[in-house]
């Protein structure tokens, strides 16, 4: 009894109890690649942006985004939403942009349809960014190496390498 009372007063309230907004999916994709910072990576807490502060950050910082459906809408998983990205996540994203002089292209942000997991795209850790030889060089040869095409930055971030993007899990700024 006391369960359901629970459940429809997160019903009431639009949420899920995973967070997630009634009606949206998580994320479809399965469990994430990568979970939990490692012991000693240090972490932020998280202040929250608003789909226009996170693409004025971008834009004053010469990194660029786009999406398969020209959209930002954060429950089509076409888009590339920022909607409830973490200031720290776009402060990482700053951060790569500045120490590797590469051009950053973003192509998934906080949109419904990747995997879910606490530290995951819709609980605003993660961005994806278009592959280049830059980016590439960077990380591989900036980061170190932990396996599985993964490498983890000075400040624990994790890099992974997927079949066309790299999938960036921010667990803090990277030394904003």
């Not at 990576?41 to 459906?69: C, E, F, N």
């Not at 971030?157 to 803090?172: F, G, P, Q, R």
Request: glycine share 12%; net charge positive; aromatic share 8%.
């Amino acid at each position: 009894m006391l369960r359901s009372a629970a459940v429809g007063a997160f019903a009431a309230l639009g949420l899920l109890a995973s967070g997630v907004p009634a009606g949206a999916s998580a994320e479809s994709k399965g469990t994430d690649p990568v979970g939990a910072p490692d012991a000693g990576t240090p972490t932020v807490q998280v202040t929250k942006l608003s789909h226009s502060q996170a693409t004025s950050r971008l834009r004053s910082s010469g990194i660029t985004w786009s999406s398969s459906g020209g959209c930002s809408n954060r429950n089509n998983p076409r888009c590339t939403s920022f909607e409830q990205v973490n200031l720290a996540t776009i402060q990482g994203a700053q951060t790569l942009k500045s120490a590797s002089r590469c051009a950053l292209n973003v192509t998934g942000g906080t949109e419904t349809g990747h995997a879910s997991g606490t530290y995951s795209h819709w609980n605003g850790y993660k961005l994806d960014f278009s592959l280049s030889n830059c980016l590439n060089s960077y990380i591989r040869n900036t980061f170190t190496s932990i396996g599985g095409n993964k490498w983890r930055s000075g400040s624990g971030n994790i890099y992974y390498l997927e079949s066309n993007h790299w999938d960036v899990t921010y667990y803090n700024c990277g030394g904003c």
